[in-house]
């Protein structure tokens, strides 16, 4: 239990282009997503919390304009990076709470890598 | 400051040779510990939570055991398949349930 697929899992496109990431839970309901982005040899940072039905919570210093969040159901929660530029290449993971989990465990997904060329 | 400090950085191990892989956290109101196991190219993959000084958790070659400052990820003859990083998260008490990862402890095991 507790699957979480992300979707696509590699991505290249041009500058200027914008790219949408998906993220579900497939075996559980998440009112809570988290994306988080990874560099190269480095730990999670944690870009914004995504809540079923309402606004995303973005951290400091995340563009809200530039990594829009969706997440319109329970088991679904997306990303787009507008109008990508290189150094939006990455790795982006999400993450997903199961609903009314005491523990609040995350599960994560397997990961997009995003190139930007 | 809200802070998770795990170490070694890096460590690597004799297949059979036993280690122990630390986090440090100083954070408010600790509402639990997670470890989970990244391999390359991939998202974490959840291992264990502890919730309280004293509790242990086991699974397979690993255990997991908790104080009020740190954590402990002890591997028993560990085996190549266990080579990956490490990553110990918290969540504080009063926060929206955000993790706070360290940096992780990237573990090679050669046969």
């Known amino acids: 239990g507790a699957v979480v697929s992300q979707h696509p899992s590699w991505v290249i496109c041009k500058s200027g282009t914008s790219v949408k990431i998906e993220c579900r839970s497939l075996d559980f309901q998440a009112t809570t997503m988290f994306w988080y982005r990874q560099f190269p040899k480095q730990s999670l940072m944690l870009m914004a919390t995504s809540n079923e039905g309402s606004k995303a919570t973005y951290e400091q210093g995340v563009e809200k304009d530039k990594f829009l969040i969706n997440h319109a159901s329970l088991t679904l929660s997306t990303l787009t990076v507008t109008s990508a530029h290189p150094e939006d290449s990455s790795f982006y993971i999400c993450s997903a709470r199961v609903y009314r989990d005491p523990q609040q465990t995350q599960y994560f997904g397997p990961g997009t890598r995003l190139l930007v060329l | 400051e809200d802070q998770v400090t795990q170490s070694p950085e890096a460590l690597r191990l004799q297949e059979g040779e036993s280690s122990s892989l630390n986090c440090s956290y100083t954070v408010s109101g600790l509402r639990g510990l997670f470890w989970y196991r990244q391999d390359p190219g991939k998202g974490p993959e959840f291992l264990f939570t502890l919730y309280?000084?004293?509790?242990?958790?086991?699974?397979?070659?690993?255990?997991?055991?908790?104080?009020?400052?740190?954590?402990?990820?002890?591997?028993t003859a560990p085996k190549p398949e266990d080579s990956a990083t490490y990553l110990c998260a918290v969540i504080k008490g009063g926060s929206s349930y955000k993790l706070i990862f360290g940096s992780g402890t990237r573990l090679l095991v050669r046969p």
């Open chain 2, 52 to 75: 309280s000084a004293g509790e242990e958790k086991e699974k397979e070659r690993l255990k997991a055991t908790l104080t009020k400052k740190e954590s402990f990820l002890h591997i």
